[in-house]
């Protein structure tokens, strides 16, 4: 008998005068509150309000209250809808899990689709903790229900249910969810049939073979033919499934036809999933259906009139010849499926040509040297010079496939001048391609390869016309040195670097700077205050304003990695001389620099030995007050006496002082 909400109300609006209750008032206070958020976290609540009432009365006057008085925003009821589906214990365990039914039955006919999916998984779930004998007494008249709901909304949600149900109930009761599910597949509405396609698969893989053959296949071929695609292409989804229960014998004659159908249909939509699923649908029929019916399917895909049926059909190139049979691996590769991957390469899609790109590579392995550099090199080439940079970068990426099938010889003389090529391009665009994808090819060709090869370009670079190419050359070094460590920078790049001081050119100059920014964090203390410094400050002196203001930026810049008797000793006095200089900007960022450092230079003046002040401790980049913490920290730490604590005191003032006017 249905509950009358009135009655469930007014039992539980009694709270009021009882203490026992208070919890359930709360939740029917916030549940008719305005604001959604108060109803949402209410929900949310739920299980600790079950707790407090118990599990009898959570049965008796919770769930029905849920069940007849909510109607409320989508969001509410889609957190009901899960909380719902870990209420077993709440109710007194599996043989009450019944009584959480009604409410999720309700939140399965909802119109908003994402609450009737969660209600659906609840149902799902709480479905394992039924007894056989629950299942057809309280869960399988629920799914009849839904199935034979007047609104679609209700019917969708039945398909979801019937595979969780179908195992543990009786024959008879199977003959009828098997009807139930025969009935939704032919439905008026393309929604319910969508989605009865959507779980076929799943309900073949717990019917028994025989009902298989004899109901499945039948829905099978049906909505592979309905007349929505959107039907279609769910259809297409299950035969992956169906293929692998079925024995091959009857794949030819039971599901080939209908895939081959499927592979030639009218909608692009629907080609496309076979193109989706290809790999899988490859290793569900088998090897000789494969080679009979897939390669052919398979050229036609990649050969398709439709984009994104081409891209999706070149994305499983790779997948799709490995999966092939080894004793016929190759002559099926290179009579069937090489010459579509040819005529890819120049596709005027770009989506594509960068699908195929991502997966070109690895076919050198499945062929072998030999047929690598005769018949796939030339393919690489022409993606390496393609117009768009994701095809660029899909090839760069997977050099190291290449390098393992042909070795590092054979690829520097087939594909290394063409990636010299790029690099000294008309279009600095193209160059500034390259320059971004040089880390990556760097880590994949290895340090003395690189050294042999692409050291010379990289310095180049540095001293391109186009400044944009000059900046991304600088970081490119920092991130080479990250790869290849401080040391190998200061035998290789760094010596180059400040080389450019003396260019008579003085941008050039002025980009040993920039690269001094770059590499000073990654090269460390060593290295910055016994090479670079001394190079820094010499340029103080430059002929040109442009250089000495970027000498103040610089020394700035590098300050924190210095060690502190060269800030104080060498870096302070140059920036005081700057300070002076008749050019406005010059004298500008000088004092910008002497601001910023002079908090550290008070405290290294003052600062006892003892008190063992290194900016070792600190790394580049961090805001002055987080540099003063720690210098902080280390005098309270070393127990550095009077002094050094005065100092310490000292360093907190300047501390809050700068937190107060960053605020």
């Known amino acids: 008998a249905e509950t009358n909400p009135a009655h469930s109300e007014s039992k539980m609006a009694g709270a009021e005068g009882d203490d026992s209750l208070y919890p359930i008032a709360v939740l029917i206070d916030?549940?008719?509150?305005?604001?959604?958020?108060?109803?949402?976290?209410?929900?949310?609540?739920?299980?600790?309000?079950?707790?407090?009432?118990?599990?009898?009365r959570t049965r008796t006057e919770l769930l029905p209250f849920l069940t007849d008085t909510i109607y409320d925003e989508d969001e509410v009821l889609l957190a009901l809808a899960e909380q719902l589906g870990s209420f077993t214990v709440l109710v007194g365990g599996p043989e009450y899990v019944h009584c959480l039914l009604p409410p999720l039955e309700s939140l399965a006919t909802v119109e908003e689709t994402v609450v009737r999916d969660k209600a659906v998984?609840?149902?799902?779930?709480?479905?394992?903790?039924?007894?056989?004998?629950?299942?057809?007494?309280?869960?399988?008249?629920?799914?009849k229900r839904l199935a034979c709901g007047d609104w679609f909304t209700s019917r969708t949600s039945a398909c979801g249910l019937f595979s969780v149900c179908y195992p543990r109930v009786s024959s008879t009761v199977k003959a009828e969810i098997r009807q139930h599910f025969r009935t939704l597949c032919s439905d008026d509405t393309p929604m319910v049939r969508r989605a009865a396609a959507s779980k076929l698969g799943e309900f073949a893989k717990v019917l028994e073979l025989d009902y298989v053959k004899s109901d499945i296949i039948p829905l099978f071929t049906a909505l592979a033919s309905d007349e929505q695609d959107s039907v279609r292409l769910l259809a297409v989804e299950a035969c992956v499934s169906i293929a692998t229960l079925l024995p091959q014998e009857d794949l030819e004659a039971l599901v080939m036809p209908t895939l081959r159908q499927a592979a030639e249909d009218k909608s692009w939509r629907v080609r496309y999933m076979v193109a989706d699923k290809f790999s899988e649908l490859q290793k569900a029929v088998g090897p000789e259906i494969t080679k009979n019916d897939l390669v052919p399917a398979f050229q036609n895909l990649l050969k398709d009139c439709e984009a994104e049926v081409r891209a999706a059909a070149a994305n499983k190139v790779k997948e799709f010849c490995e999966n092939l049979p080894e004793d016929s691996r190759e002559t099926i590769i290179m009579t069937h499926v090489l010459p579509c991957v040819k005529e890819l390469v120049s596709d005027t899609n770009q989506h594509v040509k960068s699908a195929l790109a991502s997966v070109i590579m690895g076919l050198s392995t499945i062929l072998g040297k030999d047929n690598t550099v005769e018949h796939l090199l030339p393919l690489f080439l022409a993606q390496l010079k393609d117009e768009c940079p994701e095809v660029r970068l899909n090839i760069i990426s997977n050099l190291d496939c290449v390098n393992e099938v042909i070795g590092i010889r054979q690829l520097s003389q087939s594909l290394l001048p063409a990636i010299v090529e790029l690099a000294e391009d008309a279009k600095w665009r193209v160059r500034l391609a390259i320059i971004e994808y040089m880390p990556l090819l760097a880590g994949q060709l290895g340090v003395e390869f690189f050294d042999e090869k692409l050291n010379s370009l990289c310095m180049a670079w540095l001293v391109d016309h186009v400044y944009a190419i000059r900046e991304a050359a600088t970081c490119n070094l920092m991130k080479l040195v990250e790869k290849f460590g401080a040391e190998w920078a200061q035998n290789t790049i760094v010596p180059k670097v400040l080389s450019m001081s003396n260019d008579p050119n003085y941008l050039h100059r002025m980009t040993t700077l920039f690269c001094i920014n770059a590499l000073s964090e990654v090269c460390g203390q060593e290295i910055t205050t016994k090479h670079m410094l001394p190079v820094v400050l010499k340029m103080a002196s430059d002929q040109v304003a442009n250089v000495r203001f970027n000498v103040a930026k610089c020394l700035q810049?590098?300050?924190?990695?210095?060690?502190?008797?060269?800030?104080?000793?060498?870096?302070?006095?140059?920036?005081?001389?700057?300070?002076?200089?008749?050019?406005?900007?010059?004298?500008?960022?000088?004092?910008?620099?002497?601001?910023?450092?002079?908090?550290?230079w008070a405290l290294l003046s003052h600062c006892p030995p003892e008190c063992s002040l290194s900016f070792t401790l600190f790394p580049s980049g961090l805001h002055s007050s987080h540099l003063g913490?720690?210098?902080?920290?280390?005098?309270?730490?070393?127990?550095?006496?009077?002094?050094?604590?005065?100092?310490?005191?000292?360093?907190?003032?300047?501390?809050?002082?700068?937190?107060?006017?960053?605020?």
């Open 557 to 600: 810049k590098i300050g924190p990695v210095l060690d502190s008797s060269a800030l104080q000793a060498e870096v302070k006095p140059v920036l005081e001389i700057l300070a002076t200089d008749q050019d406005m900007d010059v004298k500008y960022f000088a004092q910008e620099a002497i601001s910023g450092m002079s908090p550290f």
């Open 121 to 143: 998984e609840s149902l799902r779930k709480i479905s394992q903790e039924h007894s056989p004998v629950d299942l057809e007494v309280h869960f399988e008249p629920l799914v």
């Open 629 to 663: 913490l720690n210098i902080f920290l280390r005098l309270q730490r070393n127990d550095a006496g009077d002094k050094g604590r005065l100092v310490a005191f000292y360093l907190l003032l300047v501390l809050i002082r700068s937190v107060l006017m960053s605020v």
């Open 30 to 56: 916030e549940l008719r509150n305005e604001d959604v958020q108060l109803r949402l976290n209410s929900i949310k609540k739920l299980s600790t309000i079950a707790l407090a009432l118990g599990v009898e």
